[in-house]
């Protein structure tokens, strides 16, 4: 496998992003768990491409502080993807346009900002520090037009 075959089965997904109203993250959420459920077909396929590329070397080639990370789409359909392996913080930074996650456990019993694995979003204009606590994560970021601000 490799990367051109994880984008394809994300293209679907992403087309589906296209459609939510981010600045409501609670309304967007529902909607990808409804339409994009974490325990369906197309999301599992990409947890198994996510764990087949982090276990073959090619989906997280870079590493700093202790966060592995690899770009998989400079623009999928408007939206920049990148994958992060994290079982800690991660650099403090801004949404300009907002942030949709899918994030998968890989050890323990992990939560990203509190929040359980599955879909998560962030409105735009939000601003955090990524932080997984009580295990680890294989996580993708979305984001809109690539917009991200590093603090």
Do not use: C
Not at 5 to 29: F, N, T, Y
Request: hydrophobic share 40%; proline share 7%; glycine share 10%.
């Amino acid at each position: 496998m490799n990367s051109q075959s994880l984008v394809d089965e994300l293209r679907p997904i992403v087309h589906v992003m296209g459609s939510l109203d981010l600045s409501d993250p609670a309304a967007a959420k529902s909607e990808l768990d409804r339409r994009l459920p974490v325990e369906g077909q197309s999301v599992l396929r990409v947890r198994e491409l996510l764990v087949e590329g982090r276990d073959g070397g090619w989906l997280l080639p870079r590493e700093n502080g202790g966060l592995r990370y690899g770009r998989v789409a400079k623009d999928l359909e408007g939206f920049s993807v990148d994958a992060v392996l994290m079982s800690g913080p991660g650099p403090r930074h801004r949404h300009p346009k907002g942030e949709v996650d899918l994030l998968f456990a890989t050890q323990g019993s992990p939560r990203f900002d509190e929040r359980d694995p599955g879909w998560t979003v962030f409105a735009p204009d939000s601003t955090h520090v990524s932080t997984v606590t009580d295990g680890e994560m294989l996580i993708l970021y979305f984001l809109p037009e690539a917009a991200i601000e590093w603090l």
